[in-house]
């Protein structure tokens, strides 16, 4: 091996590349067990971000179900999830471009069975007896009015209508799920301000022969408790996770009672993003297999129906979700700092785990990985706060003894969401290349029980960003980062906390904004119904609280903003829309800041075209390179920074 060279941080050479990252990598989501195939859900940057459904059979062939021409996802919520359905071969799916329910057999093109009208459809479920679809329908037929969601009925074979309303009359509805002898339905719902992770109901009915509800029965939630997945045993129970207890916990219906499953301080949990999700899911009527989180860290288990013992699995792996069982099998998705977030299969008798497909084959030098360090560090008001530390990593390379690492602090979105730990090449990029990186999980994330999640409430802006700035100095202080070249960059809710730090804070010297929220008000006046009251539980309600909607604007404050900022933002993003970024960009050139704005066609929320995502990390490097003045090892292509002399 030859001898490492002496090179400033930021000018190391990496051979993670942007081309390589986007070249290789896909996004995976939904696994599903058919028999004895299994499907998931493929996002492949390479194909324009188009969602592929793919079906493993059991002799090995991996193979695509949905046609080029189709993208498997719907924007039910904006964010989608429970995308599709499959029952014995047939797959039944939202495609993208028209948001209508396709049904497609083995070797057949698709056809639809929803009308070409405003409506969307979420999370179905087979109801065989009946020979219908059950799912959750968003109807957006009348323009001015907000969206009606409810759950329907839809036939297999299809129908004019969209659908038979099952159940209606709140503002949200997800995860119906059928009883095993399909006499009763399941289901959760919340109301306006709340979010699902705030509080949710989870509500259980006979159903008629002719689909329609009987008697029913609310099982567990309100306004200050959050339920998450129902789903049955084989033996017709009902099980549910709640965080009544203060951590989302295991329970189950059982005599008409509410009785806790597996009590510990660990989530089960997480929040309702997307549908589809699965924390937990029936080896068969007598065992459970599950993922929980502690600190941030994911661990396998089974639990025993009859003893109600928890038993860990040992694996390798740190961050699990979207866990499904069969008998004598479960399969999940799953990563760790050295393996990328990959669709495994575990033999639940051997213990054997397969991996199934990872997000990229990259063969990476474990020399040029970066391990993180979950950290704690003190923050006001006496708490702790959590994240993950990734120090610089490249075997080619090491910095001069007297140079102190660039750091990037990495506020996640949500912000009700959580740092994860799973192998990411977009932050290794980073580290390889000798720039350390933060992974905050400040106050109001997820994966550190209610009470942390809580931080937040009527503290957006304020909590998360004490959070990031106390998390800088504390490796400031450990001797791990210098002071002076402290950068923070985060997306979507992330690039709120990201530039309320740059605005309201003088911790940082420069900063990326990734479709990032400005204006709070005209994010509470405009955006869309699944997200249109959820500043209520972050800042208090609006309009009665307006005051405190302009305190926390980085827009209404850019004149105390005076260091670079980039801004990235994708032109259809109808979660956090383009004026937001293009106001406060023409802001500070004309105050004379430094500052540099990408934005992209056809992006909407998060960028998914690969093209997007090298731009985005290349462009965010060349400016960071720019403000600090390092050389780059390899030239990438050059964005335009107004005011930089």
């Known amino acids: 091996m030859a001898e490492r060279r002496t090179l400033p941080h930021g000018s190391w050479k990496s051979p993670i590349t942007s081309d390589l990252i986007v070249s290789e990598s896909v996004g995976l989501i939904q696994p599903a067990i058919d028999g004895e ?37 719907t924007r039910v919520h904006e964010y989608g999830g429970g995308d599709f359905v499959v029952r014995n071969g047939t797959v039944y799916f939202s495609n993208f471009a028209d948001q209508r329910l396709y049904k497609q057999l083995e070797g057949a093109e698709p056809h639809p069975i929803t009308p ?15 020979n219908r679809l ?54 959760l719902t919340w109301n306006h301000p709340n979010m699902p992770w705030d509080g949710s109901e989870l509500w259980v009915a006979d159903l008629r022969p002719d689909g329609s509800l009987g008697e029913t029965q609310l099982v567990a939630g309100g306004i200050s408790e959050s339920i998450f997945q129902p789903e049955w045993s084989p033996g017709g129970v009902l099980y549910f996770v709640s965080d009544r207890n203060g951590w989302w916990n295991l329970y189950r219906l059982s005599l008409g009672a509410v009785e806790i ?44 129906t009859r003893t109600l013992k928890l038993e860990q699995l040992d694996t390798a792996y740190t961050d699990i979700s979207y866990v499904r069982a069969a008998l004598g099998q479960a399969v999940f998705r799953a990563g760790s700092p050295t393996e990328p977030p990959s669709i495994v299969k575990l033999d639940l008798q051997t213990g054997k785990i397969g991996v199934l497909r990872r997000s990229n084959n990259l063969k990476i030098d474990a020399g040029y990985i970066s391990i993180p360090r979950a950290i704690e560090f003190p923050t006001e008001h006496g708490l702790t706060a959590h994240g993950f530390f990734y120090p610089p990593q490249n075997r080619d390379c090491h910095a001069p003894e ?17 740092a994860a730990t799973a192998l990411s090449l977009s932050i290794q990029y980073w580290t390889s290349r000798g720039i350390a990186v933060l992974d905050v999980n400040y106050g109001g994330s997820t994966g550190y029980g209610r009470a942390y999640r809580e931080r937040l409430k009527d503290q957006w802006g304020v909590v998360d960003v004490n959070d990031c700035v106390n ?40 900063g ?134």
């Not at 390479?46 to 996802?73: C, D, K, L, Q, Y």
């Not at 007297?402 to 959580?418: F, M, N, Q």
């Not at 002071?483 to 940082?508: E, K, P, Q, V």
Request: with cysteine; hydrophobic share 35%; aromatic share 10%.
């Open 261 to 304: 499953v597996c009590e510990k301080d660990a989530e089960f949990g997480m929040p309702q993003w997307v549908f589809g999700m699965s924390s937990y899911a029936f080896e068969s009527a007598e065992r459970i297999v599950c993922t929980y989180g502690e600190r941030g860290i994911s661990r396998l288990g089974t639990i025993d």
């Open 116 to 130: 070409a009208t405003e409506l969307r459809y979420a999370d179905a479920i087979v109801d065989d007896q009946r």
């Open 134 to 187: 059950v799912c959750v329908r968003e109807d957006h037929r009348f323009p001015g009015r907000e969206a009606v969601n409810t759950i329907v009925g839809l036939t297999l074979e299809g129908e004019n209508n969209g659908g038979e309303v099952v159940v209606s009359g709140n503002d949200f509805y997800s995860s119906p799920r059928l009883s095993p002898d399909g006499s009763r339905l399941a289901w």
């Open 402 to 418: 007297d140079e102190r690492a660039p750091l990037i602090v990495k506020s996640h979105g949500g912000p009700t969401s959580a």
């Open 471 to 510: 998390g800088a100095r504390y490796l400031v202080g450990e001797g791990k980062v210098d002071n002076n070249r402290l950068m923070i960059t985060g997306g979507s809710a992330g690039g709120y906390t990201t530039l309320c730090a740059l605005t309201f804070r003088d911790a940082f010297k420069a």
């Open 512 to 645: 990326a904004s990734h479709y990032g929220v400005s204006d709070a008000e005209a994010l509470a006046k405009e955006t869309h119904k699944f997200e249109s009251r959820y500043l209520d539980g972050l800042f208090g309600p609006y309009p009665e609280r307006r005051d405190i909607y302009y305190l926390r604007s980085p827009i209404n404050f850019t004149d105390r903003l005076s260091c670079p900022v980039i801004f990235f933002q994708g032109l259809e993003d109808k979660v956090v829309p383009p004026n937001q970024a293009e106001v406060m960009v023409r802001t500070l050139r004309v105050k004379g800041v430094p500052v540099a704005y990408v934005a992209f066609e056809g992006e909407q929320h998060g960028f998914r075209q690969a093209q997007n995502i090298k731009r985005a990390l290349d462009a965010e490097l060349y400016f960071y390179s720019r403000v600090f003045g390092f050389e780059l090892a390899e030239a990438v292509e050059s964005v335009e920074i107004h005011n930089l002399h």
């Open 37 to 73: 195939d299994i499907y998931w859900i493929e996002m492949r940057p390479s194909e324009g971000g188009r969602n592929v459904i793919v079906r493993r059979e059991p002799s090995g062939p991996t193979t695509a179900v949905n046609p080029p021409s189709f993208n498997a996802r």
